[in-house]
């Protein structure tokens, strides 16, 4: 069974930073296409950011781009998200989560929805305040 853990999260001000990361067990880790989500109280899942396999291409949901890096270590079998300027807007719980069958690529638009995501981590709060 995969399992994903995410930590990191925490209560920042405005313009602060903070750094996700997701460790994900077994072997097969540099296989899978990573992706982080979130959901704020009231709202559905949004999708926030995904990297390819090898991590050579990404992909972002627009009201992060130029704020939010995701990455991956592949030898940690772990997947970041580094977080900078943040806003009172980004609070919410934020998943990992891994597509162990990408039926498609990474970037141009690719954002996968959250059903086509196979394995979740259980989330971290992030709360930004002004």
């Known amino acids: 069974q995969v399992q994903l853990v995410e930590s990191g999260g925490g209560s920042v001000q405005a313009g602060g930073s903070l750094r996700l990361s997701c460790v994900v067990s077994?072997?097969?880790?540099?296989?899978?296409?990573m992706g982080w989500f979130r959901q704020a109280p009231g709202k559905e899942r949004e999708f926030v950011a995904e990297?390819?396999?090898?991590?050579?291409?990404?992909e972002y949901v627009d009201s992060v781009k130029g704020r939010f890096t995701i990455s991956r270590d592949n030898a940690k079998n772990t997947v970041y998200l580094q977080m900078n300027s943040l806003k009172p807007e980004d609070t919410a719980v934020y998943f990992c989560?891994?597509?162990?069958?990408?039926?498609?690529?990474?970037?141009?638009?690719?954002?996968?929805?959250?059903?086509?995501?196979?394995?979740w981590g259980r989330g971290t709060q992030v709360t930004v305040s002004s």
């Open positions: 989560a891994a597509d162990n069958s990408p039926r498609s690529g990474v970037g141009s638009g690719s954002r996968r929805p959250p059903n086509e995501y196979d394995h």
């Open positions: 990297i390819s396999q090898i991590g050579s291409t990404t």
């Open positions: 077994g072997r097969t880790f540099s296989t899978y296409v």
